[in-house]
T-cell receptor, first 115, second 112 residues
Framework: DGGITQSPKYLFRKEGQNVTLSCEQN?????MYWYRQDPGQGLRLIYYSQIVNDFQKGDIAEGYSVSREKKESFPLTVTSAQKNPTAFYLC??????????????FGPGTRLTVL | GEDVEQSLFLSVREGDSSVINCTYTDSSSTYLYWYKQEPGAGLQLLTYIFSNMDMKQDQRLTVLLNKKDKHLSLRIADTQTGDSAIYFCAESITGGSYIPTFGRGTSLIVHP
């Protein structure tokens, strides 16, 4: 089955620690995205990548970092510099950006709680 | 600029129709999307409509687009308890990266 997987589903972190969220896709999509979702808020774009070894900041990139060493994988690191990291994190992928017909497909999400 | 607005809550009785509304501000919108999010899950694409269309129907779902008023609606016929979820409206615009801008989501509550 083709799809997007995120792990872990739940993650707990102590203040001051970095943590990495995993996102893998086997859809052969070029583009991948990370969003943050807070209660009552829409999705806010953290980072996106259109191609391997390239990525761009979204609207709320501060305190986060990413890498794109493989087409299938786009891990997100939440650093200790992120002031309010407790949230639901969603990964998405699409065939490519910059195309009228491009549609995003989402993973199941990771809920991060900072203790 | 891009801005997508939705009301936050909608409550309907099982078997009735639900209508979820969305307004957007950018007249260059090209594609408009409806996504469904069940509790604790990711977003599932329900349907989308191209800006040169007025209506799109897919089984119980009907999407209406009023470009003059920049208004998009999603009608769910014969609403069931399994339809309880958050519904997100999103738009992508011509000339940009085509990354969608999402509304805050409408929580649909279906009661017996």
């Amino acid at each position: 089955d083709g799809g997007i997987t995120q792990s872990p589903k739940y993650l707990f972190r102590k203040e001051g620690q970095n943590v990495t969220l995993s996102c893998e896709q086997n859809l052969n999509h070029d583009a991948m995205y990370w969003y943050r979702q807070d209660p009552g808020q829409g999705l806010r774009l953290i980072y996106y990548s259109q191609i391997v070894n390239d990525f761009q900041k979204g609207d709320i990139a501060e305190g986060y970092s990413v890498s794109r060493e493989k087409k299938e994988s786009f891990p997100l690191t939440v650093t200790s510099a992120q002031k309010n990291p407790t949230a639901f994190y969603l990964c998405a992928s699409s065939i490519r950006t910059g195309d009228l017909t491009d549609t995003q497909y989402f993973g199941p999400g990771t809920r991060l709680t900072v203790l | 600029g891009e801005d997508v607005e939705q009301s936050l809550f909608l409550s309907v009785r099982e078997g009735d129709s639900s209508v979820i509304n969305c307004t957007y501000t950018d007249s260059s919108s090209t594609y408009l999307y409806w996504y469904k999010q069940e509790p604790g899950a990711g977003l599932q694409l329900l349907t989308y409509i191209f800006s040169n269309m007025d209506m799109k129907q897919d089984q119980r779902l009907t999407v209406l687009l009023n470009k003059k008023d920049k208004h998009l609606s999603l009608r769910i016929a014969d609403t069931q308890t399994g339809d309880s979820a958050i519904y997100f409206c999103a738009e992508s615009i011509t000339g940009g990266s085509y990354i969608p801008t999402f509304g805050r989501g409408t929580s649909l509550i279906v009661h017996p």
